[in-house]
């Protein structure tokens, strides 16, 4: 019920402006914001499926695509700018994706962290603590070699340890839900090494969290 209460204040946020346009250019200006919001809101309920949110994905999107660079753009594209300092990372309409390779993080087909990916760990989680009206879906995925099963069981167990650490440097538990999705999803081409080294991965997805979803709602009244 939650989600759907949230999906429905997205919508009426996108009555709104509606509402608000009139003739002539303005009305053109308050349809291409109309679209913003709509298209946002897809997007937005895609990537939250994935995370197990797809409510919050969808109210994101229309949030972001309606408000374009105000609060919740600003707040992100800020956070987006520290974590490239640190990590591989993309800024999305939704959010901000920060990608790690297997072979920086783990050995070979193990789900124990490596001594020297600590380090790179503790500059993401300093990051993350900065920005706390953030949520984190810690995505793990394989290549498509060896059986569905270990493929699932390790992107899994991969993303806990990611999970584990960020916890551990100080990341709130309550911020960070950790989701293993086997093969899918694939980055490359699986059927040549490169593409299968990119496949396999661990990935943050990064989203604004309820408190500054509420703030930029606020600031629209």
Same mark, same amino acid.
């Given at each position: 019920m939650k989600q759907i209460f949230k999906v429905l204040t997205s919508f009426?946020?996108?009555?709104?402006?509606?509402?608000?346009?009139?003739?002539?250019?303005? *009305?053109r200006a308050k349809k291409g914001t109309l679209? /913003? *919001?709509?298209?946002?809101?897809?997007v937005g309920g895609l990537? /939250?499926?994935?995370?197990?949110?797809?409510?919050?994905?969808?109210l994101i999107?229309?949030?972001?695509?309606?408000?374009?660079? /105000?609060?919740? /753009?600003?707040?992100?594209?800020?956070? *987006?700018?520290?974590?490239?300092?640190?990590?591989?990372?993309?800024?999305?309409e939704d959010g901000i994706i920060v990608t790690m390779k297997d072979k920086i993080l783990f050995d070979v087909n193990k789900a124990e962290l490596k001594p020297e990916s600590k380090n790179s760990l503790s500059k993401i989680a300093d990051v993350l603590r900065r920005y706390p009206k953030t949520d984190i879906t810690v995505a793990g995925y394989t290549d498509s070699t060896g059986s569905s099963k270990n493929n699932q069981d390790l992107s899994e167990n991969r993303a806990k340890a990611v999970e584990f650490s960020l916890i551990n440097n100080g990341v709130k538990s309550n911020r960070i839900t950790a989701r293993g999705f086997g093969s899918e999803n694939p980055a490359a081409d699986n059927s040549t090494a490169d593409g299968r080294a990119q496949n396999r991965r661990v990935e943050l997805h990064i989203v604004p969290n309820d408190d500054l979803v509420s703030e930029a709602q606020k600031e629209q009244k």
């Open positions: 009426l946020i996108v009555v709104f402006f509606i509402g608000c346009a009139t003739e002539g250019d303005n *009305a679209l /913003g *919001a709509l298209g946002g809101a897809a990537i /939250g499926s994935q995370s197990g949110k797809a409510g919050q994905g969808a999107g229309g949030l972001v695509g309606a408000l374009g660079g /105000g609060l919740i /753009g600003n707040y992100m594209d800020k956070q *987006a700018a520290e974590l490239e300092k640190v990590a591989e990372t993309q800024r999305t």
